[in-house]
């Protein structure tokens, strides 16, 4: 059995020898049609962005809805069997309490949205401005007069710009700085 393996392997061994050491045939090799390339086209610049863009969409509705406290608290004195002319004549410190506190969470769920809302529109104004580049830049603020580290204002001159060298807690004078670094 060895010797019929041995003779098969040096049979394709031979064939393989052979096809490879024989010239190509180039009778079925046609010729291919080149095209021309086109230039190369570079991308455009990029658009500039959209500062509005850069800042999140509203809250919806639903983020800002404070209903389900209150009318979960309807829910559990219902499920009780309580009203709140009950609570207003008991008479018990811990029950008038607790309705002040019913009263004072309807309250509070009717007014949040609407500091929210004003707050969220604040937020976005800013977050806006910051983006269109409007917002003051960082070395650019109010600051009280004497309290800015700068390597031009000494305590000989007192503030810079015709100011009055005043810092401290007390101190109500503000003037405009701006760094030329």
């Known amino acids: 059995m060895h010797g019929k393996v041995g003779d098969g392997k040096a049979d394709s ?3 393989i020898a052979t096809t490879t050491a024989a010239p190509p045939d180039t009778s079925a090799a046609v010729p291919k049609k080149g095209v021309p390339m086109a230039g190369d ?3 455009r610049a990029p658009a ?5 863009q850069a800042v999140p969409d509203r809250l919806p509705a ?4 404070m209903s389900a406290g209150p009318a979960g608290v309807d829910r559990r004195m ?4 309580v009203t709140e002319a009950q609570l207003r004549k008991s008479n018990e410190p811990a029950f008038t309490r607790a309705l002040g506190e019913k009263k004072a969470a309807e309250r509070h769920s009717s007014t949040a949205p609407g500091r929210l809302r004003k707050h969220e529109a604040a937020e ?3 977050s806006t401005a910051r983006a269109t580049g409007s917002a003051p830049r960082p070395w650019e603020r109010w600051v009280p007069c004497g309290c800015v580290p700068d390597s031009r204002w000494t305590r000989a001159r007192g503030a810079r710009k ?5 810092s401290g807690p ?3 004078r503000f003037s405009r700085v701006s760094s030329t670094r």
């Open 78 to 81: 219902a499920d009780a069997r």
């Open 62 to 65: 639903s983020a800002t809805d």
């Open 170 to 172: 007390r101190s109500r």
């Open 48 to 52: 500039t962005p959209n500062p509005a």
């Open 124 to 126: 976005l104004r800013a």
């Open 13 to 15: 061994a031979e064939q």
């Open 162 to 166: 015709g100011g009055t060298r005043r």
């Open 41 to 43: 086209r570079p991308p």
